[in-house]
């Protein structure tokens, strides 16, 4: 399959292809770029070439690109026609950043489900409604049509969906339950996730937690969040004094003047609990233990 490039602005090679090759999705079209199936003028290109008007671009589309094999797999807890309810392991993105990233959530469902890169409404997000950051473990549920994607998406816009999680935190908290109610703000220098205590600024975030067990050093915590913003949980525990155990960018004052690290633990932060109404408004409820790398470590602390 040939395209000729006629635009006079530039624009970058994956973009180019994922306009003209719908039915692809943009993380495959890098796979197929890194894996040599598209030629510009005759040559290799790389992922990021931009474009000039004139330029002759060549898709090989009677191969295809290796078939990936994945460091981490999610596991299915339960699959219907609707819906997939599944274990993601820590250690697994989502799906692909501006980087590129080919070891994803999403090349993952891609490659069992071929049907689902039709379904959402962004073709690097296939059936994805909810994320949870890379090195989280928890309980995800992903659409498998078009019908069942609008309907999570609308209870998650609507914040009728209950999402629950289990963490490690260090210290003991002074409250047994509270709410935590403030606005989430990028730093534009560290480009973490900073709660506006004073300013109004920043995208409102809610967060509920209640004390589950404690221990000398550290308090186990269930967590509710009414809304989902990018590391709302753990930005908002850092604001009151309380970093998450093996978190490594979230780390209060005391903790970084220790220079105190954890290396025989991930991040303690863990979805257990997930709950939604099918199209039938029966609500569908599921619960996850924790990992084994978790429960062992518990068994570690006082």
């Known amino acids: ?57 060549l898709y090989d589309n009677d191969q295809k690109p290796k078939k990936v094999k994945f460091d981490f797999e999610p596991k299915i807890i339960e699959q219907n026609e609707n819906y997939l ?49 890379k090195d989280v473990s928890g309980l995800m549920v992903v659409a498998l049509n078009q019908d069942y ?70 308090t186990l915590v269930k967590v509710h969040i009414k809304t989902g913003r990018t590391h709302q949980i753990r930005a908002h525990l850092y604001s009151i004094g309380h970093s998450i155990v093996g978190d490594t960018l979230y780390r209060t004052k005391d903790l970084r003047k220790k220079k105190k690290t954890i290396n025989d633990v991930r991040i303690f932060l863990h979805a257990y609990y997930l709950k939604f109404q099918d199209h039938e408004n029966d609500w569908q409820e599921y619960t996850l233990p924790l990992p084994i790398i978790l429960k062992n470590f518990l068994t570690t602390i006082k």
Do not use: C
């Not at 090349?107 to 909810?130: Q, Y």
């Open 85 to 133: 309810i599944i274990d993601k392991p820590a250690g697994l993105l989502v799906h692909p950043t501006d980087r590129g990233e080919t070891n994803t959530l999403a090349d993952w469902l891609v490659a069992k489900f071929p049907d689902i890169r039709k379904i959402g409404e962004e073709p690097m997000r296939p059936g994805i409604v909810h994320r949870l950051d």
């Open 149 to 218: 994607f609008d309907l999570l998406k609308k209870q998650f816009q609507e914040r009728t969906i209950q999402k629950e999680y289990l963490t490690l935190v260090h210290g003991a908290l002074l409250e047994e339950e509270g709410e935590i109610n403030t606005p989430l703000e990028r730093n534009k220098e560290t480009g973490l996730m900073r709660a506006q205590t004073v300013h109004a600024s920043g995208k409102k975030a809610i967060t509920l937690y209640k004390v589950e067990k404690k221990f000398i050093k550290y």
């Open 1 to 57: 399959m040939e395209f000729i490039y006629k635009q006079e602005t530039k624009e970058r090679l994956d973009k180019f292809l994922q306009a003209q090759l719908p039915d692809i999705t943009r993380s495959q079209i890098k796979k197929m770029i890194l894996a040599g199936l598209v030629m510009v003028n005759d040559q290799p290109s790389s992922v990021h070439h931009w474009l000039k008007n004139g330029d002759k671009i």
